[in-house]
């Protein structure tokens, strides 16, 4: 007979959780918009244009976030990942679990931009600032001339050695899967010339779409094995999105049997979640066939279902 676990419900520790991570995270939010970014501002009117500095401040108070929200224990696994080099592109692609992703993926090594959806500019503090360091906005309604020219603007930012960060789902999981990818992102990788470096974030549980509860301060990243340009460049990007999804769902899915061999109390172990990776891993075993069958691979690698 199974555990039943309580994770799924409101506890005290959750209002703990929650009061604690949100005072923080708007007060450290006030003192960057407020103090620190009016001098950032002034800086990069003068020296720096593409306003690479911007990330580096976010990145300060992101770790200033976690050091002070003293319950968060960040797995963390970086699979070696350096800052790029000069002249390197780089594209993250990161699954979307959760609003606690915008703060988490400032880890990731680099001066990071990313593209985020209209909406979320016009959010206080934290879209004011996105908007200022010159992150790059979809909107819904983009004409083709109009997406045309993001991703001409999307790509002098990667010639200029900036490295991007997108979430390919469009929008946040209902349900901890993988959703379909937007090929968007690996056409922009293709026309660029980019490295793609898959990231897997296991952190639905942080804070539920739809929801403001922290219920989980036990985040976990996993950095994948970099998918080198020249290894896909033979590839339509239908087919690298294919891939690289592939690749994150297998991560994912890997990351959470872990999980549930080492942490007590992890939510996925109830009986709903559990269902529901067992649907992703359906997938994935249909994906491992087609990827066999069509001889869907990188050029470094064969189309087995071990890849």
């Not at 002249?87 to 880890?107: F, P, T």
């Amino acid at each position: 007979m199974k555990r039943k676990f309580s994770e799924d419900k409101i506890l005290i520790r959750h209002i703990f959780f929650t009061i604690l991570g949100w005072f923080l995270f708007i007060t450290i939010n006030i003192v960057q918009f407020f103090i620190a970014m009016p001098i950032v501002l002034i800086f990069t009117f003068i020296f720096d244009r593409n306003r690479i500095i911007f990330p580096y401040m976010t990145k300060f108070f992101s770790n200033m976030f976690f050091f002070l929200y003293f319950v968060e224990k960040i797995n963390y696994q970086d699979n070696g990942l350096k800052a790029p080099k000069k002249g390197e592109k780089r594209i993250y692609v990161i699954n979307h679990a959760s609003q606690y992703d915008v703060i988490l993926m400032y880890l990731l090594p680099g001066p990071i931009k990313f593209i985020f959806k209209d909406k979320w500019a016009k959010k206080p503090l934290v879209g004011w600032i996105a908007y200022l360091a010159k992150n790059l906005i979809v909107r819904d309604d983009m004409t083709a001339a109009e997406l045309a020219n993001l991703f001409k603007k999307a790509g002098k930012q990667l010639e200029a050695g900036i490295p991007f960060i997108i979430f390919p789902e469009g929008t946040r999981s209902r349900d901890g899967k993988i959703g379909e990818f937007f090929h968007g992102t690996f056409k922009l990788a293709v026309d660029n010339q980019a490295d793609i470096i898959p990231v897997v974030f296991d952190t639905w549980n942080c804070i539920r779409p739809g929801a403001l509860w922290i219920r989980d301060t036990r985040a976990a990243i996993r950095v994948l094995d970099p998918i080198k340009y020249e290894n896909y460049k033979d590839l339509n990007f239908g087919k690298v999105s294919f891939i690289t999804r592939r690749k994150m769902i297998r991560a994912l899915l890997d990351l959470r049997d872990e999980r549930r061999a080492k942490e007590k109390n992890y939510y996925r172990k109830i009986d709903k979640f559990e269902k529901i990776d067992d649907e992703m891993r359906a997938e994935l075993a249909e994906m491992d066939e087609r990827a066999a069958k069509k001889g869907i691979y990188l050029s470094n690698e064969s189309p087995t279902p071990s890849l």
